[in-house]
C-alpha cells in the first residue's frame, strides 16, 4: 500500500481515465495486529490502526482490488462497507515430476526471507517451545533454518539440534533432504509461498492455522494444521516414523497443488 501511497495522486491526475488494479499481496494491517496481538505490545496495535487507516484509504481509491487470500477478500469488504471491488489473484507453483523417497530423508526443515517478522518470530518460538519436547523424545531431532536476511538472533539458536543454514540458491535444497517441512507462524497475513512451495515438492508440511490461511489445505489429508506444542509434536513424530502416512500426504498435498495450483489452473 505504501507504494501506492506514493504514485497514486500523480496516476490519477495525469491519466484519469485509467483503470487502476492494486495488487494488495497481503493486508499489512492484518499481518502487524496480529503480531501486536501475539506480543501484547500496546504501542504495536495502535501502530496497525494507523496502518489500516493508510492501507484503507488505498483500497477505496483504486478500482479493482487483486488479492490471493479469501479470508482477506472477507476484511476488505467488511472495511470498506462493501465497496471496493475485490477478485481472486491466483498463485502458481510448479510440481516436480519426481521427488526423493521417505527413506531417504531426515529432519525438519523451515524456509523463510528474516526480514520478514512473522518468519524469526515463528521459528524462535518453535525452538523454544517446541523442539525440546520433540528433542526429549528423540535424540535425533534436528531443524534446518533456511533463508536470506538471517540475522544474529536466528544464528543463536544454533546446537546440537538446529542448524540456520541461511541463504539457499536453489530451494529443493530446503525440501529434498528433509522429512517434514514445518511453518510455525504466529503472525502474518497473505498467502504464504513456502508453504505452497512445499507442498509442490511433496515434503509433508506441519503449519499453524496462520501458515495455513487462504490455501483450502485440510489438516490430517494434505498437511497437518496444528497450534499447541503438543499437538505439534505430534504430527511431526507421526510423520517422522509412519512411511505410508508420509507417502499419501505427500502425494495428495502434490496432487491438491496440480489440480488448483497450476500454470493452466491459474
Not at 488494479?21 to 504501542?43: I, M, P, Q, S, Y
Not at 487470500?69 to 475485490?86: L, P
Not at 504466529?186 to 496462520?210: N, Q, Y
Request: charged fraction near 20%; hydrophobic fraction near 40%.
Amino acid at each position: 500500500y505504501y507504494v501506492a501511497q506514493n504514485v497514486l495522486e500523480q496516476i490519477r491526475r495525469l491519466a484519469p481515465k485509467a483503470r487502476v488494479l492494486f495488487n494488495n499481496a497481503d493486508l499489512h494491517f492484518l499481518r502487524e495486529l496480529r503480531a501486536a496481538k501475539t506480543e501484547g505490545d500496546v504501542g504495536k496495535l495502535d501502530r496497525a490502526r494507523q496502518t489500516r487507516t493508510e492501507e484503507m484509504d488505498v483500497i477505496r481509491d483504486v478500482d479493482v482490488v487483486l488479492s490471493y487470500n479469501d479470508v482477506e477478500h472477507t476484511v476488505i469488504q467488511a472495511y470498506s462497507d462493501g465497496q471496493s471491488t475485490v477478485v481472486k489473484c491466483p498463485w502458481v507453483v510448479n510440481v516436480p515430476d519426481a521427488i526423493p523417497a521417505a527413506s531417504t530423508r531426515k529432519g525438519l526443515s523451515f524456509l523463510g526471507s528474516f526480514r520478514h517478522h512473522p518468519n524469526a518470530e515463528g521459528i524462535q518460538w518453535f525452538a523454544r517451545d517446541v523442539l525440546p519436547r520433540l528433542a526429549a523424545q528423540n535424540s535425533d531431532t534436528h531443524l534446518s533454518i533456511y533463508g536470506s536476511g538471517m540475522h544474529d538472533d536466528i544464528r543463536a539458536l544454533r546446537n546440537e539440534h538446529i542448524t540456520p543454514h541461511g541463504f539457499v540458491t536453489n530451494v529443493c535444497d530446503a525440501y529434498n533432504p528433509h522429512r517434514i517441512f514445518i511453518a510455525p507462524l504466529l503472525s502474518g497475513a497473505g498467502i504464504k509461498g513456502k508453504v505452497m512451495s512445499a507442498l509442490a515438492h511433496g515434503i509433508p508440511c506441519v503449519i499453524s492455522p496462520v501458515a495455513a490461511e487462504g490455501i483450502g489445505l485440510r489438516s490430517g489429508y494434505d498437511c497437518f494444521i496444528v497450534d499447541k506444542p503438543e499437538q505439534w509434536a505430534d504430527a511431526i513424530n507421526r510423520l517422522t516414523h509412519d512411511d505410508t502416512l508420509w507417502e499419501t500426504m505427500s502425494q495428495n498435498a502434490r496432487g491438491y497443488m496440480h489440480d488448483s495450483f497450476s500454470f493452466a489452473r491459474g
